[in-house]
């Protein structure tokens, strides 16, 4: 798919299209349009970051790393983008980002990425507000995982895989949504049951179907509402099937 | 000057803020910002520690990040003013340097040191929260709370901290109680010492046994992120 394709799109990434014009234009050239594929790691911690990615399709996970446990801590699709620290003056992640939900995304290089984000262009007042997005997101998790049930949380996270996916069936294996949730996969298989048999959601061999999105934005917990409130999504109420 | 960012900064920078840089005691549980509120001023503190806590719909709040003399409260002001959902509470009550948002803007925009500072102390606080929201899985209450402890400890450099359990409690997310017994504990063990309002660390290297591997985490953090330029 070539730039111009992608961002003509419907699932356009927003930070890049809510750049004018004339600022868009001179990151084409930069920009290359790349798959996302399950389980890629996009960054190790402490690993110096090459490309920013800026989702179209997909969903992205930022995970803290502790021995041998892992934990979500932010969720990236095409409301944003990965390589923030880039943007902090930092060239490196704490966590890991990890392509949890396959799809596609531009990339571009740190050294054409810093070039295009001086101080008096859009795109860094976007990324500004952006910063400030990503640390509500995480200030909200962070207590949220300590605070919240597994169920209340499973549903919030399903939640915003949905958000970033457009649309209401999506590949996530119970082994990815229990490393998300930083739980044991028995404690998701046990969430996911009761999920299903209250006609939430359809869980089938890796694939889930969302089937009564209200339903289970009842069921999670308030931080869903708080962080995807921070997002502006043009999204219209969603019934069965896709967008 | 204590306020390890403010110190950091070249004298002809920090001079054009000298005029407007007010010196202020905090008081206890003083709220430095809310969610949802514009800021109005940013506190480099100095002896003075301040809790950025998460606050929930039934007024539970938990702490993401801790703020002392090696940081600046009022982050939120350098990243376009949008709102953000974390309360800054006072946890010890003691001076700050405190300059107003719209003079720290206009200094953060000139794009030299201060940018360079806050903009680096900006990806620490994001690696705190991160810390935090692992740690606040996986760790328990009492090797939270040491982990605290010795962050506040090392910010005033002093074995004596002036804390009120009722503050400890909205840190942590738990009743007074939980404070109790997670202190009681570490005071059986002979590791602190506390009366009404004061709690003094007896022995240091025990308090780091006690805490959760988040300390050495965040405060290698610090160094790696800020210890360079400060």
């Not at chain 1, 262009?121 to 910063?131: A, D, P, V």
């Not at chain 1, 949220?144 to 399903?158: D, F």
């Not at chain 1, 049951?193 to 289970?216: A, K, P």
């Not at chain 2, 806590?53 to 539970?60: F, H, K, L, R």
Request: hydrophobic content about 40%; some cysteine; glycine content about 6%.
């Amino acid at each position: 798919m070539c730039v111009s394709e992608a961002t003509s799109a419907p699932f356009a990434n927003q930070l890049l299209a809510a750049l004018p014009v004339e600022e868009f234009q001179q990151l084409i050239p930069w920009l290359e349009a790349v798959p996302l594929q399950v389980k890629q790691v996009l960054y190790e911690p402490n690993v110096p970051i090459q490309c920013v990615y800026f989702p179209i399709r997909g969903f992205i996970s930022l995970l803290t790393v502790l021995q041998q446990h892992r934990i979500e801590v932010a969720a990236v699709g095409n409301e944003g983008m990965v390589g923030l620290p880039i943007f902090l003056n930092v060239d490196r992640t704490v966590g890991q980002t990890v392509v949890q939900v396959p799809g596609d995304a531009f990339r571009i290089e740190v050294a054409a990425f810093k070039r295009a984000v001086q101080p008096d262009r859009r795109l860094y007042q976007l990324l500004q507000h952006y910063t400030q997005v990503r640390i509500n997101q995480m200030a909200q998790i962070a207590v949220c995982n300590r605070l919240h049930s597994i169920q209340q949380r499973c549903c919030r996270c399903l939640l915003m895989v949905q958000d970033r996916m457009n649309t209401d069936q999506f590949p996530l294996t119970q082994e990815i949504l229990a490393q998300m949730l930083g739980v044991r996969r028995a404690g998701v298989s046990e969430v996911a049951s009761t999920l299903q048999q209250q006609g939430l959601i359809q869980y089938h061999r890796g694939q889930i179907t969302i089937l009564d999105r209200s339903r289970l934005q009842a069921a999670a917990c308030e931080c869903y509402a708080l962080i995807e409130q921070k997002y502006v999504r043009n999204r219209t109420d969603r019934t069965s099937g896709a967008r | 000057m204590p306020n390890r960012l403010l110190n950091a900064l070249p004298a002809e920078d920090y001079q054009r803020l000298t005029f407007h840089l007010q010196s202020v005691t905090l008081s206890l549980g003083q709220m430095l910002y809310q969610p949802n509120e514009p800021i109005e001023y940013v506190y480099f503190p100095d002896q003075a520690i301040v809790s950025l806590v998460t606050v929930m719909e039934d007024g539970t709040t938990m702490e993401v990040s801790l703020v002392g003399q090696e940081g600046m409260v009022g982050i939120p002001a350098i990243l376009g003013g949008h709102t953000t959902n974390t309360r800054a509470i006072v946890q010890v009550a003691d001076g700050a340097m405190r300059l107003s948002a719209s003079i720290l803007r206009a200094e953060f925009n000139r794009g030299g040191a201060l940018q360079n500072l806050l903009l680096r102390y900006t990806q620490f606080l994001l690696a705190q929260v991160s810390q935090t929201a692992i740690c606040n899985r996986l760790h328990t209450l009492e090797e939270r709370f040491a982990r605290w402890l010795l962050l506040v400890q090392d910010s005033i450099q002093s074995d004596e901290l002036p804390l009120t359990q009722e503050l400890v409690a909205q840190m942590l997310g738990v009743r007074r109680s939980g404070v109790t017994v997670a202190a009681g504990t570490l005071r059986r063990a002979e590791i602190i010492y506390y009366t009404r309002g004061r709690l003094t660390i007896l022995h240091r290297q025990n308090l780091e046994a006690r805490a959760c591997e988040c300390y050495r985490v965040i405060r290698t953090e610090y160094d790696t992120l800020l210890g360079n330029s400060i």
